[in-house]
């Protein structure tokens, strides 16, 4: 089964890309032209990217390559809107204007299909990860972010490639209900945000999770490199119904 054909607006999120993944990669551009561009409105709901250093890093061929295709969707009238992860939240105002993209601030509640929907991440409701949130809060502080960007580029990959064999060692020591969303500050972010309808990424966990009414849909990582192959996206239609696809666009139970 294929796409809705008038989509209202489509979710992904945690595709990681990279130079080595060249089949994800592959995947996304097939995503933007044969999906995206039949959609009214497209949201990236963050780690798009494997790690980004800064805007600076733009020159990067692969960098320009996917801004350039994302721009095209956006000049194709069909508006593009991301949402930071956990991997890419430096991304910033000169790569989004390059890319077309529209930067929102999570959560963000979107009116889609008469339906009040909450969109953010993910990884800020995984509050039993106490190392995670603690290291959360200092990255996404204004002062240490310019301080970061301040040092100059070769330096800032080489954290982050240090980091990133860090977060591996921690992961392999933590659970999967750890590093998940808590059910605490799920219920306190649809309190807060007055929500029935929840999208989300980052635990690389795809479900719909119901519960008192509410609904909660995880976006899957993407992998068409891995074997098996993964990834996919969500759909809403001109009716406000919600769809999971895989990545063959086929619609998941």
């Not at 890319?99 to 963000?108: I, N, Q, R, T, V």
């Amino acid at each position: 089964m294929t796409l809705p054909a008038r989509t209202l607006a489509l979710f992904i999120s945690d595709l990681h890309l990279q130079a080595a993944h060249a089949r994800t990669v592959d995947a996304f551009f097939a995503f933007l032209e044969e999906r995206a561009m039949a959609a009214r409105a497209l949201y990236i709901l963050g780690d798009l990217f494997e790690y980004w250093a800064g805007d600076d890093d733009l020159d990067a061929p692969l960098h320009r390559k996917i801004a350039a295709a994302i721009r095209a969707v956006r000049d194709a009238g069909i508006p593009v809107y991301w949402i930071a992860g956990n991997r890419d939240f430096l991304v910033g105002q000169a790569f989004a204007d390059t890319a077309g993209m529209e930067l929102l601030a999570e959560p963000h509640i979107a009116d889609i299909g008469g339906q009040r929907i909450a969109l953010v991440h993910g990884d800020a409701e995984c509050t039993d990860d106490i190392k995670y949130m603690e290291f959360r809060k200092q990255v996404r502080q204004p002062a240490w972010q310019a301080q970061f960007l301040a040092m100059p580029l070769a330096q800032r990959k080489a954290i982050i490639a240090n980091l990133r064999e860090g977060s591996k060692e921690a992961h392999s020591t933590k659970t999967m209900e750890i590093m998940d969303v808590t059910p605490q500050a799920i219920d306190a972010l649809f309190a807060a945000t007055g929500t029935k309808v929840m999208i989300h990424g980052h635990t690389h966990r795809p479900a719909l999770h119901e519960k008192d009414g509410k609904r909660r849909y995880v976006l899957p990582d993407w992998e068409p490199d891995g074997e098996p192959p993964r990834g996919g996206w969500i759909a809403i239609g001109e009716d406000g119904t919600i769809t999971r696809h895989d990545l063959d666009g086929k619609v998941i139970g």
